[in-house]
């Protein structure tokens, strides 16, 4: 009796220790799978689409009003703006905007602009066939630049959606592009959003 | 003895503020109503399942005491009861939800607005970019060092009062877009019913549409660091012709302090002026008195940066230094402040280089 | 209750004044005796109670008046920072693993634990952790100050250089919990006496059983986000940080998924504990026994599902809002049933008013009071208003204060005479209980009307409109604190003499 027990327990035991080191890896698991959620729900108001659009039928019937803002975070030494501050845009008409950006510094810099939309619900319309996001930017010391963006809503907007706000963070990779050289952003999945 | 007027001044300056508010303010539009009505309604339904429970608690606890000679009973279930009480409550909690949901969906209304604003936070000031207007300034905390350190009596907006407030116009529906610079911040006015987060980023947003004219203070939200109690919202709400004058006066300001940029000034104009630029907005990190704190925050006095050479000084406080909590102050400061708190920080606590420089020498 | 194995003066016994030092140290140090375990975790979880209290009296010493008076704002932080950990992972955690070592093998009838040798490390390590933890108040840059929910950036990017020491002695706890959690469970499935079905066991098995289960789900997920914030502060990856394709949002996700079923592991076996000393001295079987274990089963479940109430005001679209507004409020109705149990069970019972039963009664009372404001919290809308201030900081107090801390009281008076085999001092009992209801009542009633009156959370210094309410809450707090000295003092009289135990 107390030694079939005696190995019940152990084996009880090796399992609860298994279900913790399963449930540890569940842990860095809701990293995609929050993505994938989000993809689906809009949580994050990330899930753009990317590359060339399938939409064909203008509706010009109907406008919204799609505007740009941009964050320079704290250590963030270059100027950054959009040309135009908000655009009225055709339903599936393919629109091209830019930003500017210009780096003050004495540095060789690169950057990289990380988009967010609003209202959330939005994101999934706007699709960006073109974006200077898709990629990291470097500036020569003292260089400025046009960066463009070219963007096209889906008719299939909902009614309610009467402005999209896209947002640009200009983070500063400067530091780690020198670690990780030539490291094409398209391979980490989560820079390339 | 400064300890013991310091006290006084304190103990004095309390009974006069003396304010029991017990409940959550109505607020000054549509929504911050129902909010307030949605809220007390929940309340209400609590007090009342609240009164019944513990009333009979208490009943039972008053009358079937052991020293009172209570026998007690020998039941211990009754599946009816047990459903009753599992199916009442869900039943109320439905009819809560439903006009909580109702509230919900009126404040995620996104029609277009008349006036949209940037807020974006930063360690410890909000900044405000109206978008249509190319209006774009700081808000930073007003109140004085001394009355947070007691040696001044407090004014009845202590640290409730900032330089620059956002205004806005009555009646008009304002769309906010929130987001933040560096950590996460959360931007709430209370007579709004207006909360959201500012996460570096993201961009969030929120509406309000204000029905009175006033004076509305509120506070961040989301603990974003040492100063974290100390960045409060102020918005001024102003009347449509008032808030057009406001508008009309910003963009003459802003061609004002163009046309000061190149004038010419003196070493102790500078250090004057930047003085006040300082305690605004170095003293937070670097202390008052520029001695910062050791392993956080360095010091300003003997600073190889504050005695070194003058274009590194610049740079670092225009462009602020990579993968520290030092920002970058170029859209903060105008090139007179910038050039005003160079100078005092090189000719004060201690350090005396004697060089000074003109705002026109400032790139930024 | 099932008074199975009563070993009476065994603390007398070995006490280790009485052996060489050597020796003595040893006993502890080697020790597998469930109730040793048992007894060094409640001693350590008071020392942590007693450490996280003091800081709570600096942070209510501060906020008794506006402005700085004797502590900077970020030494404010850090101790906002570790009260709260402390007190989680310190004080109430430990606790309920220190009752379960006494009374789990003894009510399920089994010898000792199923893993002895275990329970011996998963305690042992234990004050390393801690150690590591309080060793950051004194490094450079202090102690870590981003709130014990360590939200980041500012935990990472912008935190003191003391967070991998935070994160170490997070990992740490995370692994003694887990084992911990192992051992019960394996005792409570393996060991039960022969007869005793799982319907049989007493309530605070099962409410144990159930939280180890939690802790096996959750606690791994917290050891989880704690390492990703490890990599994002050293090895250059983008977990948190929206530079590199990160989202500071998906922190508070993890986080969460982690801190709500947290929060039902603080409370849970405080649950079971209420359930046994309510029958006992209403002198009535504990009604609807089968509803009960449902209802806790119930809560650990939805507790799954419910993280995002604590992120209403985060930017989720609609829908999000609307399912995790309705799926909280769902955890109302078990909470409800088991409280209207309690109630049943002492109507037309034989009610007598010894310490452990006070404890009890204000439980239920202030637990329910901490019940309806969370579901107040719980409704999206009004949360928005809410959220943050200290109408939440009155809220999680009032059900963890009079609600875990009191369980554990009420535990200690009515389990520590069938321990040490003397009976506790009434009177002073009741003094504790009188002083600690009143204090921890003026502490975090006024906390209600401050918040709901718009004063944030986790500030040091507040406008002046706050201001009588706060020196109130300041002053209970002094009571409630001090008072805790009565308890310890009777404790200790009761481990060393005492009068013998009559039950």
């Known amino acids: 009796m107390a030694v079939q027990n005696e190995k019940q327990t152990k084996r009880l035991a090796v399992r609860l220790a298994t279900a913790a080191l399963v449930m540890f890896g569940f842990g860095f698991a809701l990293v995609p799978l929050y993505d994938v959620f989000c993809d689906i729900t809009g949580l994050n108001g990330k899930n753009f689409n990317q590359g060339p659009a399938q939409i064909v039928a203008v509706d010009d019937s109907r406008t919204v009003k799609v505007q740009f803002i941009t964050v320079n975070p704290a250590d963030m030494p270059w100027s950054f703006e959009p040309t135009e501050r908000s655009i009225r845009v055709f339903l599936g008409e393919d629109r091209q905007t830019a930003f500017y950006a210009k780096n003050p510094t004495a540095n060789w810099m690169v950057a990289q602009a990380v988009p967010s939309v609003t209202p959330s619900e939005a994101a999934p319309y706007l699709h960006k066939v073109n974006c200077f996001c898709f990629e990291r930017q470097p500036l020569e010391a003292g260089a400025d630049t046009e960066m463009p963006l070219l963007f096209v809503v889906d008719p299939e907007l909902p009614e309610y959606i009467s402005t999209i706000t896209l947002s640009y963070a200009l983070y500063d990779l400067t530091g780690e592009q020198k670690v990780t050289q030539v490291k094409p952003s398209k391979d980490k999945g989560r820079v390339s959003l | 003895m400064t300890k013991a007027i310091t006290l006084a001044i304190s103990l004095i300056a309390i009974p006069a503020s003396a304010d029991w508010q017990i409940n959550m303010n109505e607020g000054v539009t549509a929504l911050s109503r129902e909010i307030f009505d949605l809220h007390m309604l929940i309340f209400w339904i609590c007090v009342v399942i609240g009164v019944a429970v513990f009333g009979v608690m208490f009943y039972s606890i008053f009358k079937f005491r052991k020293s009172k000679g209570a026998v007690s009973e020998h039941w211990h279930e009754n599946t009816t009861v047990e459903v009753v009480w599992t199916v009442i409550p869900s039943i109320i909690l439905i009819a809560m939800a439903i006009p909580a949901t109702a509230t919900l969906m009126d404040m995620y209304d996104t029609s277009e607005a008349d006036v949209e604003i940037q807020v974006t936070g930063y360690q410890w000031k909000w900044r405000y970019q109206y978008l249509d207007e190319d209006i774009d300034f700081f808000s930073n905390l007003a109140t004085s060092r001394e009355e947070i350190t007691n040696e001044a009596a407090k004014n009845p907006n202590y640290l409730l009062e900032v330089d620059n407030p956002l205004v806005i116009p009555v009646n008009k529906k304002v769309r906010f877009l929130i987001t933040s610079n560096d950590v996460i911040h959360s931007w709430w006015v209370p007579n709004f019913a207006v909360k959201k987060d500012a996460i570096p980023g993201f961009v969030n947003e929120s509406w309000v549409k204000v029905e009175e004219p006033g004076v509305y203070r509120g506070q961040c939200t989301e603990l974003c660091g040492k100063e974290h109690g100390f960045m409060p919202v102020v918005v001024e709400v102003k009347a449509e012709a008032d808030y057009e004058q406001w508008v009309a006066d910003q963009k003459a300001m802003k061609l004002a302090m163009a046309g000061e940029a190149s004038k010419e000034f003196s070493m102790d104009e500078l250090i004057a002026q930047g003085e006040g630029v300082y305690n605004m907005s170095c003293a937070g990190c670097h202390q008052p008195n520029g001695q910062g704190i050791p392993g956080a925050f360095p010091a300003i006095t003997g600073s190889t940066i504050a005695t070194g050479e003058m274009d590194k000084h610049i740079d670092i406080i225009v462009n602020g230094k990579s993968g520290t909590a030092m920002q970058a102050f170029k859209e903060q400061l105008s090139a007179v402040d910038i050039a005003a708190v160079v100078t005092y920080q090189r000719n004060a606590f201690g350090n005396s280089m004697g060089d000074f420089i003109q705002p026109s020498a400032i790139q930024k | 209750m099932a008074t199975v194995d009563v070993d009476l003066p065994h603390v007398k016994d070995e006490d280790p004044h009485h052996h060489g030092p050597a020796k003595g140290l040893g006993r502890w140090l080697y020790t597998t005796n469930h109730k040793d375990i048992g007894s060094m975790y409640l001693i350590f979880s008071l020392c942590m109670f007693m450490i996280g209290g003091t800081m709570a009296l600096i942070i209510r010493a501060e906020l008794f008046q506006p402005g700085l008076q004797l502590v900077e704002p970020n030494f404010f932080n ?426």
């Open chain 3, 78 to 503: 850090q101790m906002t920072t570790m009260h709260g950990l402390i007190m989680v992972f310190g004080a109430v955690m430990p606790a309920f693993v220190g009752l379960a070592n006494w009374m789990i093998p003894m009510q399920v009838g089994a010898p000792d634990m199923a893993l002895p040798r275990m329970n011996n490390w998963s305690f042992w390590i234990l004050p390393f952790a801690f150690l590591i933890l309080l060793s950051s108040l004194f490094m450079p840059g202090g102690a870590p100050n981003f709130g014990w929910t360590f939200y980041a950036p500012l935990s990472t990017t912008y935190a003191p250089e003391s967070v991998t020491f935070f994160i170490f002695g997070v990992h740490i706890m995370g692994a003694s919990s887990i084992m911990g959690a192992i051992n019960i469970i394996a005792t409570i499935l393996n060991m039960r006496a022969p007869g005793m079905t799982l319907l049989k066991m007493p309530l605070f098995v099962w409410t144990w059983l159930i939280t180890a289960f939690l802790l096996i789900a959750v606690m791994p997920v917290l050891a989880g986000v704690v390492t990703m914030m490890l990599m994002d502060i050293h090895f250059g990856t983008s977990f948190f940080n929206a530079a590199g394709g990160g989202d500071p949002v998906l922190f508070q996700h993890v986080f969460w998924f982690f801190g709500h079923p947290e929060v039902y592991i603080m409370i849970l076996p405080a649950f079971g504990i209420i359930s046994e000393i309510i029958p006992t001295f209403a002198r009535k079987r504990l009604f609807g026994y089968a509803s009960m274990v449902y209802a806790v089963a119930s809560i650990a479940l939805l507790s799954f599902v419910v993280w995002a109430h604590h992120m209403f005001t985060v930017g989720m679209p609609l829908v999000g809002e609307v399912f995790f507004m309705f799926a909280t409020m769902l955890i109302a109705v078990p909470t409800g049933v088991k409280v209207f149990n309690w109630v049943a069970t002492m109507f037309r019972g034989s009610l007598s008013f010894e310490t452990p039963m006070l404890f009890a009664l204000a439980f239920v009372v202030l637990f329910t009071i901490g019940g309806f404001s969370g579901l107040m919290l719980a409704i999206a809308p009004a949360d928005f208003q809410y959220h943050d201030t200290y109408f939440v900081v009155a809220h999680f107090h009032y059900v963890l204060v009079p609600g875990a801390i009191f369980s554990i009281m009420a535990a200690t008076y009515y389990w520590l005479p069938k321990w040490t085999g003397h009976q506790l001092n009434e009177t002073m009992g009741k003094l504790h209980f009188w002083l600690s209801f009143v204090g921890v009542n003026i502490t975090f009633f006024p906390m209600h009307f401050v918040g709901l009156a718009g004063m944030p959370r986790r500030i040091p210094d507040y406008a002046l409109q706050f201001a009588d309410f706060n020196s109130m809450a300041s002053v209970g707090a002094f009571i409630f604190g001090f008072s805790q000295l009565v308890f310890i003092y009777n404790v200790i009289q009761n481990v060393r003499v005492g009068e013998k135990a009559t039950a």
